[in-house]
């Protein structure tokens, strides 16, 4: 089977969602509802991804995430692809929260490589498979390695795609011809974990993209995908340089400061981050709003 014939997983399009707060910092649920909501049906997301790190993670606690997957399952878990983000460097908690996602509903589970500790290429291995053991789940393997301190190697990820519930990977690696080699070689389906690398990946091989500034730029990024997908390259690479300007400036900063703040630009606050994230500059705003009206994104707060 050609990579292009291969079915994705969860879609193409999913969005890393960002954790509403209330101004008191408690989480929001009734916010992520609505949120979740938008992505999916003006957005045109099929799948989103919950607690991850621009979801904020870090700083919310197990029963939180359990909250919030719960929440967004119910609010588009009928039309949309629902992934927990359940990786931590620790195996045991890692499956814990694995067996917490799979009770509140979840579709699918992504699993970030171990942060910190740093382990070597035999205990990553180890790591994802007994996560993937401990679950029905399929699995998305998430390599980092500007975040984690630690690289997949190709053979591993190679390795990895033997486990019947490992699917997919979100590629922020940075080396398009490294996933090349892994989408040739296995069935993985490949997403972009990086909003400009999409057309990149598409061009090895790759299923899509799971997007930070597809909060904003969805629906003309489901368009690129489309064109593509029907053999219209240069639509899709049109379309993909309209919206470069925000695929890239959404990491000015972190992109979980600057998906809030759009948000808040575009009429929809989902409230502030948790420190030790800290809320955008008027610089940093600045900024933004020229990335946002350079991609043709309008709204209230640009004007």
């Known amino acids: 089977m050609?990579?292009?014939?291969?079915?994705?997983?969860?879609?193409?399009?999913?969005?890393?969602?960002?954790?509403?707060?209330?101004?008191?910092?408690?989480?929001?649920?009734?916010?992520?509802?609505?949120?979740a909501t938008y992505l999916v049906d003006e957005q045109r997301n099929d799948g989103l991804v919950i607690n991850g790190t621009t979801g904020e993670a870090p700083t919310t606690s197990d029963r939180e995430k359990a909250e919030l997957v719960a929440a967004v399952v119910d609010a588009v878990g009928d039309r949309a692809a629902i992934v927990a983000g359940v990786g931590t460097f620790d195996t045991v908690h890692s499956i814990q929260l694995a067996e917490q996602a799979a009770k509140a509903g979840a579709d699918g589970l992504l699993v970030v490589t171990p942060y910190y500790s740093r382990p070597p290429q035999a205990g990553m291995l180890q790591h994802f498979r007994a996560v993937a053991d401990a679950s029905a789940l399929p699995v998305m393997v998430y390599d980092i390695p500007v975040r984690t301190g630690v690289q997949l190697q190709t053979e591993t990820l190679i390795e990895l795609a033997g486990h019947e519930q490992i699917v997919a990977v979100k590629d922020a690696r940075g080396e398009p011809a490294a996933s090349a080699r892994v989408l040739a070689e296995t069935e993985l389906a490949y997403y972009a974990g990086d909003d400009a690398m999409l057309l990149p990946l598409l061009a090895v091989g790759g299923a899509g993209v799971v997007g930070t500034s597809t909060h904003f730029s969805g629906a003309v990024t489901k368009q690129v995908l489309e064109a593509y997908e029907r053999g219209d390259i240069a639509e899709a690479l049109r379309l993909y340089r309209q919206v470069l300007p925000i695929y890239t400036g959404i990491f000015r900063t972190q992109g979980v400061i600057l998906v809030k703040a759009g948000l808040a630009l575009l009429g929809r606050p989902v409230g502030p981050v948790r420190l030790p994230m800290v809320d955008a500059t008027e610089h940093e705003l600045s900024h933004l709003r020229q990335d946002l009206a350079a991609a043709g994104l309008g709204g209230p707060g640009l004007v």
């Not at 050609?2 to 649920?29: I, W």
């Open 2 to 35: 050609s990579s292009k014939d291969r079915v994705p997983p969860f879609g193409r399009l999913l969005t890393a969602m960002v954790t509403p707060f209330t101004v008191a910092g408690e989480l929001d649920l009734q916010a992520a509802r609505e949120l």
